[in-house]
Nanobody, 120 residues
Framework: VQLQASGGGLVQAGGSLGLSCAAS????????MGWYRQTSGTQRDLVAI???????NYADSVKSRFTISRDSTRNTLYLQMNSLKPDDTAVYYC???????????????WGQGTLVTVSS
């Protein structure tokens, strides 16, 4: 199983950016997917998560600005980021809890990071 994230880049404060994360491999089901972010010297913090039933949860700092969504038919996760602030600058990672088809085990997978830079 692999997660491939894309969509990072440079944007001015107040602008918008969208991220995507595609899961591939022998996937039986995906229980939850989420976005995390990390700045230099800090821990990786939760940004937003969506579970299989569609429920979502957001970090307080991004509520009303970011929207997480998922296309279950394509095993792809999205994050629409609006009204971006310089404090949103970080490396963004996607994570998924996946049951694989080989052994029905639930495992955690991380995608590679994608850098989002918001200039003031």
């Amino acid at each position: 199983v692999q997660l491939q994230a894309s969509g990072g880049g440079l944007v001015q404060a107040g602008g918008s950016l969208g991220l995507s994360c595609a899961a591939s491999g022998t996937i039986f089901s995906i229980n939850a997917m989420g976005w995390y972010r990390q700045t230099s010297g800090t821990q990786r913090d939760l940004v937003a998560i969506i579970i299989s039933g569609g429920s979502t949860n957001y970090a307080d700092s991004v509520k009303s600005r970011f929207t997480i969504s998922r296309d279950s038919t394509r095993n792809t996760l999205y994050l629409q980021m609006n009204s971006l602030k310089p404090d949103d600058t970080a490396v963004y990672y996607c994570k998924a809890l996946i049951i694989t088809a080989q052994d029905a085990a639930l495992r955690q997978y991380w995608g590679q990071g994608t850098l989002v830079t918001v200039s003031s």
